[in-house]
C-alpha cells in the first residue's frame, strides 16, 4: 500500500510540475514555482496625509525641475506622455485632483515602469507576465533575500526529491520574514500610503519593498553607515530611498526626471514625513540626515570626490548613449568610493533607442567591475561593483 502510495504522489507531482511550466519562463523569477501556493492580496483604503504646504511645494518643485531640465529617451518620453491629467493637476496646482492620484498611487498605472506593485501587476487583464504574477513574485523575492541573507536554503533540484523542492517552494512566510528582517535590522513592510496591493496584511509584503531592501543591505555591506553620503541615479518611486531610511542610511539623494522626482516626493513625504523630504530646488547644499530628490543636471553641481557610494538599479541602460556616457563621466568624477550597478544588459531596441549594458559604458573608460555576479532577486539582471577609488588609484585604470 505504501508502495503504491509513493507511486502516486510522485505522478502528482510530476502533473504539477507540468501544471506550473508557465511559471519557468517569460517571467523574472528566480525559483521554478511549481505547486507555490497563492496567498490573498490585499489593499488598504487610507486618505493620504500630505499638507496642503506640502503639496504646494511638490507643485513648485515641479515647475522648477521641468523648467530646467527636459525629459529625453523614447522610454521615459512614451511613458511622461501617458501622464498628462497628473502633470495637469501639477500644473494647474490642484490640490483635490492630486489627493485623489495619490489616494490611488499604487491602485492605478500612473507608476508604469517604476516597479511592481502597482495595479498593473494585480489586474490579471492588463499584467504581461503569467496568472497570478503578484502573488508568485513576491514569495519569490521573499525566498530570493532569505537565500541571499543565508537565513534560506538555496535549493538544489538535482539533491532534492520532486516533493521537497515543491515543499521548499512553499515557505512560512511570517516566520522567514522575521528572520530575514532580524538580519537586515529594518522592516521591509510596505507603507500604507498609495494603498499598495500586499500579500498578509499583518507583515504587508509586497515584490518592491522586497526587492529592494536587498539593494540596501548591498550598501551596508559594502560599507554604508550613518555618515554616508549616497546618490542614487533613477529612484523608481522612492522605495530604496525609504528603506535606506529605515536602515540609518539618510545621507541620500536621488537624481530623477522632474514628474518622476514629484512622485517620489510625493511617496516619501507621504510615507516617513513631509520634514524629512527635501524637493527639487528647495535647497542649493547638501542636507544632512533628509532624503533629497533633484533633477539630473544637479549631478553637475556635486563637487568631485563628495560621493561615497553612486547606486543605480534598472535605469542606466535605458538611457540614450549619450545620457548614459554623461553619467558615467560623473559617476567618476564625484565618487570618491564605490558604484554599485544593478542592471539588465539585454540591449534591446525600443523604438530609436539602443540600450546599453553598464558593464560596456564603464569599459569605453577602461574601468572594469571588481565584482560581478547575476543578481540574486531577479532572473537576467546582473550586480557589478566598481571600486571608484581603487580603480582610479591605479596608473591603468583597472584593478
Not at 533540484?157 to 512553499?170: D, K, R, T, V
Not at 532580524?182 to 521591509?188: D, M, N, Q
Not at 523604438?351 to 558593464?359: E, K, S, Y
Request: aromatic letters at 10%; glycine letters at 8%; hydrophobic letters at 40%.
Amino acid at each position: 500500500m505504501n508502495f503504491v502510495r509513493k507511486k502516486i504522489r510522485k505522478r502528482y507531482y510530476k502533473y504539477l510540475r507540468w501544471r506550473d511550466r508557465g511559471r519557468y519562463f517569460g517571467t523574472n523569477f528566480t525559483h521554478p514555482l511549481i505547486a507555490t501556493q497563492l496567498p490573498d492580496i490585499h489593499t488598504s483604503e487610507i486618505d493620504t496625509p500630505l499638507s496642503d504646504d506640502f503639496l504646494g511645494q511638490l507643485c513648485r518643485s515641479y515647475a522648477l525641475s521641468a523648467n530646467n531640465y527636459k525629459t529625453s529617451g523614447n522610454i521615459w518620453l512614451q511613458l511622461e506622455g501617458k501622464k498628462s491629467g497628473y502633470i495637469a493637476a501639477l500644473e494647474e496646482h490642484s490640490f483635490a485632483q492630486l489627493r485623489v492620484i495619490f489616494n490611488r498611487l499604487l491602485k492605478d498605472d500612473l507608476l508604469e515602469g517604476m516597479g511592481h506593485a502597482e495595479a498593473l501587476f494585480v489586474d490579471e487583464a492588463k499584467n504581461p507576465y503569467c496568472r497570478n504574477y503578484f502573488q508568485l513574485r513576491t514569495i519569490d523575492a521573499l525566498m530570493s533575500l532569505g537565500e541571499a541573507l543565508g537565513v534560506y536554503a538555496a535549493p538544489n533540484a538535482i539533491q532534492m526529491s520532486l516533493g521537497g523542492y515543491i515543499e521548499h517552494m512553499n515557505p512560512d512566510t511570517s516566520r522567514l520574514t522575521e528572520k530575514i528582517e532580524t538580519a537586515l535590522g529594518f522592516s521591509i513592510g510596505m507603507p500604507k500610503f498609495g494603498n499598495p496591493p500586499v500579500i498578509d496584511t499583518n507583515l504587508r509584503l509586497n515584490p518592491d519593498s522586497i526587492r529592494h531592501a536587498y539593494t540596501i543591505h548591498r550598501l551596508k555591506v559594502l560599507g554604508a553607515d550613518e555618515n554616508t553620503r549616497i546618490l542614487e541615479i533613477g529612484g523608481g518611486y522612492g522605495m530604496a530611498a525609504l528603506l535606506a531610511h529605515r536602515a540609518g542610511l539618510r545621507n541620500y539623494m536621488i537624481l530623477d526626471i522632474p514628474y518622476v522626482a514629484s512622485l517620489q516626493g510625493a511617496y516619501l513625504g507621504g510615507s516617513i514625513g513631509e520634514d524629512r523630504v527635501v524637493l527639487a530646488g528647495a535647497a542649493s547644499e547638501w542636507m544632512e540626515d533628509s532624503i533629497q530628490i533633484a533633477s539630473p543636471d544637479r549631478i553637475d553641481q556635486l563637487p568631485d570626490r563628495f560621493i561615497d557610494f553612486v547606486v543605480n538599479t534598472d535605469s542606466i541602460p535605458e538611457m540614450p548613449h549619450t545620457v548614459a556616457q554623461d553619467y558615467i563621466s560623473s559617476i567618476l568624477r564625484i565618487c570618491q568610493g564605490v558604484f554599485l550597478s544593478i542592471n539588465q544588459e539585454s540591449k534591446t531596441v525600443h523604438g530609436d533607442l539602443q540600450q546599453g549594458a553598464v558593464r560596456e559604458l564603464m569599459a569605453e573608460r577602461g574601468y572594469a567591475p571588481s565584482h560581478r555576479f547575476r543578481h540574486w532577486l531577479e532572473q537576467g539582471y546582473v550586480e557589478e561593483v566598481f571600486n571608484i577609488a581603487a580603480l582610479q588609484g591605479d596608473a591603468g585604470g583597472r584593478e
